[in-house]
């Protein structure tokens, strides 16, 4: 049974789940139905294909996404892969016929290590040691050099996407219960300090293999375990070579013999756990190009963990030394804004003790300057620091630019700038976040006032719709001194301002933060006529926020 739980959009918090071999994702859907009006009535399908889902787009308008990837062939899922459909996003959550627990949620006694009591012994019938040598597979059968190749492709993306260590050995054990035959699989963590071998990871081929444990654990050798950690070797083991009931021709089913494969997760010189895998023997006996397919896993798996820590350790420090760089940076800014209050309420206190109106004036105009660029300055560090889904609701773009120009004609004036509005009449409404677009228009209109200079400084602001790409595009240029080359590439980077001490440097990243969680795009023109001109095109359906590269090129003409 697939499982489908919808993370964002009108059916937020709704779970579908589906048996059938084909399912239709859509509005019109009766086996996984969503009410979003963005997608199409059938949006997408499940299929089952070789024991996993498979996702398909049917030819929907606003297309499907994987992992914010448009899928144009059929996908096959992971366990934990987002969906995006329109305006919604779905998990994947795997299929529920595959039972599995992970870090706090394993049962207490679910696992146990056998001392050699509880159970048959278990020999060793093969190792491969677990090093570089152990991923090239030496000339395999054609169907494990498959299986092998598909892999060593799907860990190359997992090591990738730097997941966190509980989530990779979910994705590594996917892998694994897709390409090789396993009933029950665990993956041991080794504690830090008490060099304890843990169970992170449990998965169960069915519910009908976790039913046979019937109330008793998984006995995992603690023999093979040990000999895997310390040898640093990938082990196949089986209780049946030398159990002498097995010899004497008794019933192996009666008897409950397994198939065992133990690979060490490596990681330079330190062993970070050991994956365990094992089977019926009735069912199936592992062989030792499995166990060398199992134990390059493994090292791989080892790897990727080392990987992400190393990479996580190195971002810890970077967020430090960026949160003292902004601390500083808006601890000094902060510091001329009171700094410009207390002036005026000087100047005004002065001008209330003479009873001097004039001076009361200009005393007050300097406060209420220094207000607003407090007001701003929270404005953008809310709009920045958060994650923010935003409101859709129809918007008329024109009306907003019409707002903003009447919200700063004053600041205009007193400057003696010119503010033009180019708006075409056939732009149309569209699904979009009235607040953030606004947002995103005075943040640009602001900025191009304080560029330009006092006196003959003309800003033009447009509006175009292009029908052919289903996008409105918003354009705002001044004649100004434009924006310096080696600026260029960090316009949009927080807190990089060419206003010296008069900016904060949040207004043009905000404003493409919010244009991007709208699934549009903004950049930066550079007119043959001089000045600066900044571009933004928002589609007049919901897209999936877009992410692109700081330095993307110009786009088409607003």
Same mark, same amino acid.
């Given at each position: 049974?697939?499982? *489908? @739980?919808?993370?964002?959009?009108?059916?937020?918090?709704?779970?579908?789940?589906t048996a059938d071999d084909v399912a239709v994702i859509g509005r019109g859907s009766d086996q996984l139905p969503l009410t979003d009006q963005t997608i199409s009535r059938r949006h997408a399908e499940l299929r089952v294909a070789d024991g996993s889902w498979m996702l398909?787009?049917?030819?929907?308008?606003?297309?499907?996404? =994987?992992?914010?990837?448009?899928?144009?062939?059929?996908?096959?899922?992971?366990?934990?892969?987002? @969906?995006?459909?329109?305006?919604?996003?779905?998990?994947?959550? /795997?299929?529920?016929?595959?039972?599995?627990?992970?870090?706090?949620? @394993?049962?207490?006694?679910? =696992?146990?290590?056998?001392?050699g009591s509880l159970t048959l012994d278990a020999a060793v019938v093969a190792s491969v040691p677990s090093n570089d040598d152990s991923v090239v597979l030496a000339a395999p059968e054609t169907a494990y050099a498959v299986k092998a190749w598909n892999m060593m492709r799907e860990l190359t993306e997992v090591i990738g996407s730097l997941l966190p260590t509980d989530q990779l050995l979910q994705r590594v054990m996917d892998i694994i219960f897709r390409e090789v035959e396993v009933e029950r699989g665990v993956v041991f963590v080794r504690?830090?300090?008490?060099?304890?071998?843990?169970?992170?990871? =449990?998965?169960?081929?069915?519910?009908?293999?976790?039913?046979? *444990?019937? /109330?008793?654990?998984?006995?995992?050798?603690?023999?093979?375990?040990?000999?895997?950690v310390q040898s640093r070797e990938g082990v196949l083991s089986s209780n049946a070579v030398t159990d002498a009931r097995f010899r004497s021709g008794k019933s192996v089913q009666n008897l409950g013999l397994r198939s065992v494969i133990c690979a060490p997760i490596v990681a330079r010189e330190h062993v970070l756990g050991v994956i365990h895998l094992d089977c019926s023997v009735t069912r199936?006996?592992? %062989?030792?190009?499995?166990?060398? *397919?199992?134990?390059?896993?493994?090292?791989?798996?080892?790897?990727a963990i080392e990987n992400a820590r190393l990479v996580q350790q190195h971002m810890q420090r970077e967020r430090l030394a960026a949160a003292g760089e902004t601390v500083a940076y808006l601890s000094?800014? @902060?510091? %001329?804004?009171?700094?410009?209050?207390?002036?005026?309420? $000087? !100047?005004?206190?002065?001008?209330?003790?003479?009873?001097?109106?004039?001076?009361?004036?200009?005393?007050?105009?300097?406060?209420?300057?220094?207000?607003?660029?407090?007001?701003?300055?929270?404005?953008?560090?809310?709009?920045?620091?958060?994650?923010?889904?935003?409101?859709?609701?129809?918007?008329?773009?024109?009306?907003?630019?019409d707002d903003v120009i009447g919200l700063v004609q004053k600041q205009a004036d007193d400057?003696?700038? =010119?503010?033009?509005?180019?708006?075409d009449e056939h732009v149309p409404s569209a699904p979009l976040d009235y607040d953030g677009v606004h947002q995103v228009v005075l943040n640009i209109v602001t900025n191009a006032i304080d560029a330009v200079a006092k006196g003959n400084g003309i800003i033009n602001v447009r509006t175009r719709?292009?029908?052919?790409?289903?996008?409105?595009?918003?354009?705002?240029?001044?004649?100004?001194?434009?924006?310096?080359?080696?600026?260029?590439?960090?316009?949009?980077?927080?807190?990089?301002?060419?206003?010296?001490?008069?900016?904060?440097?949040?207004?043009?990243?905000?404003?493409?933060? !919010?244009?991007?969680?709208?699934?549009?795009? !903004?950049?930066?023109?550079?007119?043959?006529?001089?000045?600066?001109?900044?571009?933004?095109?928002?589609? !007049?359906?919901?897209?999936?926020?877009?992410?692109?590269?700081?330095? $993307?090129?110009?786009?088409?003409?607003?």
């Open positions: 049974m697939a499982t *489908l @739980i919808v993370l964002q959009g009108p059916d937020k918090g709704r779970t579908l789940r398909v787009d049917l030819n929907s308008a606003n297309g499907t996404y =994987v992992n914010g990837v448009r899928i144009a062939k059929p996908t096959r899922l992971k366990h934990g892969d987002q @969906i995006r459909l329109g305006g919604t996003l779905l998990a994947y959550t /795997g299929d529920e016929a595959m039972q599995q627990f992970s870090g706090s949620a @394993i049962p207490r006694d679910l =696992v146990t290590l056998d001392a504690d830090e300090e008490t060099d304890d071998l843990m169970p992170e990871v =449990v998965r169960f081929r069915d519910q009908a293999a976790e039913r046979e *444990l019937d /109330g008793k654990t998984i006995i995992a050798s603690r023999t093979i375990l040990n000999h895997a199936h006996t592992y %062989n030792e190009y499995e166990l060398r *397919l199992v134990t390059a896993v493994g090292y791989q798996a080892g790897l000094h800014y @902060i510091k %001329n804004l009171l700094q410009g209050m207390r002036s005026g309420a $000087d !100047i005004l206190q002065r001008g209330l003790d003479k009873r001097e109106l004039p001076t009361v004036t200009q005393g007050w105009q300097i406060v209420e300057r220094n207000l607003d660029r407090s007001y701003n300055l929270m404005l953008n560090m809310l709009a920045f620091s958060k994650q923010r889904e935003p409101r859709l609701e129809p918007v008329q773009v024109n009306r907003v630019v400057k003696h700038v =010119v503010l033009l509005a180019d708006l719709f292009a029908a052919d790409r289903r996008e409105i595009l918003l354009a705002v240029a001044d004649n100004g001194p434009g924006v310096a080359a080696d600026m260029r590439a960090q316009v949009f980077e927080p807190f990089r301002s060419s206003k010296g001490q008069g900016g904060t440097g949040l207004g043009l990243a905000v404003a493409r933060k !919010i244009v991007r969680e709208l699934g549009g795009d !903004i950049e930066l023109a550079d007119p043959p006529d001089g000045g600066a001109e900044f571009r933004v095109r928002l589609p !007049i359906v919901p897209q999936p926020p877009h992410v692109k590269g700081d330095t $993307d090129g110009p786009g088409p003409e607003a």
